[in-house]
């Protein structure tokens, strides 16, 4: 049960990310490629630990949900997954606007 909620989970992040990355590069649409490259890998780097981690913690809290409640595995993972997706879509969300920011502050600096 632990996996398939963590795979779940990181796919879900993961096309969740892949959306956001292609609305990044239109917002990022005018800026050089160096201003806007740290941009880019800050948000590659967020979507990759938001997945991991939030796929990870997923398993952990559907285990725990399971165990302490009268849910069995099957709502307890549909629980732990939609709410930790909808958790790393904030995530993900704010993760795209400190890019914009961090692509403006380095077209500033120059």
Same mark, same amino acid.
């Given at each position: 049960?632990? /996996? /398939?909620?963590f795979i779940l989970t990181a796919l879900v992040q993961? %096309?969740?990310a892949v959306v956001i990355f292609l609305m990044l590069? @239109? *917002?990022l649409n *005018?800026?050089?490629e160096s201003d806007a490259t740290p941009s @880019? &890998?800050?948000f590659i780097a967020l979507s990759v630990v938001c997945a991991l981690g939030l796929g990870g913690a997923a398993a952990y809290t559907a285990k725990? /949900? %399971?165990e302490k409640k009268s849910l069995g595995g099957v709502a307890a993972s549909a629980i732990a997954v939609l709410c930790f997706s909808v958790l790393g879509g904030v995530i993900l969300v704010g993760g795209f606007f400190a890019a914009l920011v961090i %692509?403006? &502050?380095m077209h500033e600096w120059k």
């Open positions: 049960m632990r /996996i /398939i909620v993961s %096309a969740v590069l @239109l *917002g *005018g800026f050089s @880019l &890998i800050f725990r /949900i %399971a %692509a403006t &502050i």
